[in-house]
């Protein structure tokens, strides 16, 4: 069964520093990744997908996930980050059967010092 | 921008007691999911609706939850009675059409969710 693991439930960057949240996933075939991010209180936001092709893709916000088959990760990054990026960040897989169900991590806060 | 509208954003009950939530999805979306995100915790499906029927209701308790979508636009879930473990946010998503993740009609947009406290 497919899964999706978040190993770090909360991570504090500086403003301006660099961030790299880690997404490990399950699955037998090619997998459908995507990354949502949810304000509190909020719903939740794409940022970014991999379907298929070039494994660094580029999303809304200024970022970036690399797809790595060998590695079972898609890690999310940005270069510099933003007071406004403090949230919560979750990695999914597509589920099988092309149903269009969604998988989640349980999620990574992230908390940016100003 | 069209959006997935959920109602009520949040709502308090006691226990034992029965509650409804609505979700209207972006019009012309045929495709509908409902997803329970317990604090801590990524979404978690509970039933997914292509127009008016169910394509996948799993996970969804169904000894006490219910969910409709009669005319294959917006829909109501329900619970009774509500239990303390139900307290959770409750989100809404739509899609143009299950499935086609690559072509983009699959792509799910989320309504801002009900947040449930049962007491």
């Known amino acids: 069964a497919q899964s999706v693991t978040q190993p770090d439930i909360h991570i504090t960057v500086s403003e301006g520093a660099s961030l790299e949240l880690r997404c490990n996933y399950s699955?037998?075939?090619?997998?459908?990744l995507f990354w949502y991010v949810q304000s509190p209180g909020q719903g939740l936001q794409l940022l970014l997908k991999y379907f298929s092709g070039d494994t660094l893709v580029q999303g809304i916000k200024g970022f970036e996930a690399e797809f790595k088959r060998s590695q079972s990760s898609f890690n999310l990054r940005k270069p510099s980050v933003h007071w406004s990026d403090a949230a919560e960040y979750f990695c999914?897989?597509?589920?099988?059967?092309?149903?269009?169900?969604?998988?989640f991590g349980q999620g990574t806060t992230l908390q940016v010092k100003p | 921008e069209a959006e997935v509208a959920q109602s009520p954003r949040y709502k308090i009950t006691e226990k034992s007691q029965a509650v409804a939530f609505w979700c209207d999805p972006i019009?012309?979306?045929?495709?509908l999911y409902w997803y329970r995100q317990i604090l801590g915790q990524g979404p978690e499906l509970l039933v997914q609706?292509?127009?008016?029927?169910?394509?996948?209701d799993s996970q969804l308790p169904k000894d006490r939850f219910s969910a409709e979508r009669l005319k294959g636009v917006d829909s109501t879930l329900k619970i009774q009675p509500a239990e303390l473990g139900d307290s959770a946010m409750y989100l809404c998503?739509?899609?143009?059409?299950?499935?086609?993740?690559?072509?983009?009609?699959?792509?799910?947009?989320f309504g801002p969710g009900t947040r449930l406290t049962v007491l």
């Open positions: 998503a739509s899609s143009l059409g299950q499935g086609s993740l690559a072509s983009g009609t699959g792509e799910q947009f």
């Open positions: 609706f292509q127009d008016e029927s169910v394509v996948d």
């Open positions: 999914a897989v597509a589920g099988s059967g092309n149903t269009g169900k969604l998988i």
């Open positions: 699955y037998g075939a090619t997998p459908y």
């Open positions: 019009s012309g979306h045929a495709t």
